[in-house]
């Protein structure tokens, strides 16, 4: 759903936008858009970057498990079974 927007900018700054808009193929409105959405893109990024995920990783060694289901099966079969 598209929402009207009212927006103050220098008249020098508009009369560029609108020329880079035309000479590229897009509305002004398009191009706001799109940089809004990057601006809220990188935000949540950043965001991301920064969850306890984000900084795990890397810090696990890739190590030769096998196949995982062997050894889940043993895993399990050691806590259940006492084997």
């Keep these: 759903m598209n929402i009207k927007l009212t927006l ?3 008249e020098e700054i508009i009369v560029k936008a ?3 808009a035309k000479a590229n193929g897009k ?3 398009q191009i706001v858009e799109n940089y809004l959405g990057l601006l809220v893109k990188e935000q ?3 965001v991301e970057e920064k969850s306890i995920t ?5 810090a ?5 498990l ?9 895993a399990l079969s050691k806590k259940y079974l006492n084997e």
Excluded at 54 to 58: E, T
Excluded at 66 to 74: F, H, I, Q, T
Aim: charged share 30%.
């Design 44 to 46: 949540t990024q950043v």
């Design 8 to 10: 103050s900018v220098e």
């Design 66 to 74: 096998g196949d995982y289901k062997v050894e889940l099966a043993k």
């Design 54 to 58: 984000y900084q795990l990783k890397g």
């Design 60 to 64: 696990f060694k890739d190590h030769d």
């Design 27 to 29: 509305s002004l409105s």
């Design 18 to 20: 609108k020329a880079y």
